[in-house]
């Protein structure tokens, strides 16, 4: 960085100071439209956790949580369910509080991570995706003439993405597992 300003310096001083201003003047614009989203997103999400849908989806997603991550909580569920829901809408910033409040939930005072604990940051980390809102949203700042042209391709990478992290963290937990039996 002291590099770059230093040539910019010589070569162009001039325009240095105005390229300076350019650039953090377009990082506000970013920063103040991904505000503006994440706002909107996670005020649906704790309306969606006061009306109680929260509680709904976690009924509804039981079977798909109790098979990945094995008997947890109600809360936990709660929170799990929660998660996935604002990272399949795309909105992973906003579905990491609920992650955190789920890895709080699941901790067993140990230090160390429990099988759901590594389940989990995978799922998050890999993000199955419906609706790729933040990077649309991105896009959308950026003058994109069809932000929305790349739904079906992230659909398609997320799954892919998700169903072999998934199923890698079963066989290495099965193995672990069975190497602890031994």
């Given at each position: 960085m002291l590099i770059g300003f230093t040539v910019m310096l010589i070569v162009k001083p001039q325009s240095t100071l105005i390229s300076m201003i350019d650039a953090v003047n377009d990082?506000?614009?970013?920063s103040f439209?991904?505000?503006?989203l994440y706002a909107i997103w996670l005020g649906i999400l704790n309306i969606l956790e006061q009306t109680g849908f929260n509680k709904k989806l976690s009924v509804g997603l039981k079977p798909m949580?109790?098979?990945?991550?094995?008997?947890?909580?109600d809360t936990t569920a709660e929170y799990i369910s929660m998660n996935i829901a604002a990272n399949l809408l795309g909105?992973?910033?906003a579905a990491t509080p609920m992650g955190i409040k789920a890895i709080n939930s699941m901790d067993d005072g140990t230090g160390i991570a429990t099988d759901a604990m590594?389940?989990?940051?995978?799922?998050?980390?890999?993000?199955?995706?419906?609706?790729p809102t933040t990077i649309i949203s991105l896009r959308t700042a950026?003058?994109?003439t069809n932000p929305s042209d790349i739904i079906l391709p992230t659909i398609i990478t997320s799954f892919i993405s998700t169903l072999s992290a998934v199923l890698l963290v079963k066989l290495i937990l099965k193995i672990k597992n069975?190497?602890?039996k031994v």
């Open positions: 990082a506000l614009k970013l439209s991904l505000m503006a949580i109790y098979f990945l991550f094995g008997r947890v909580s909105m992973g910033n590594i389940m989990l940051f995978v799922i998050n980390a890999s993000s199955i995706q419906i609706l950026m003058n994109s069975r190497r602890k």
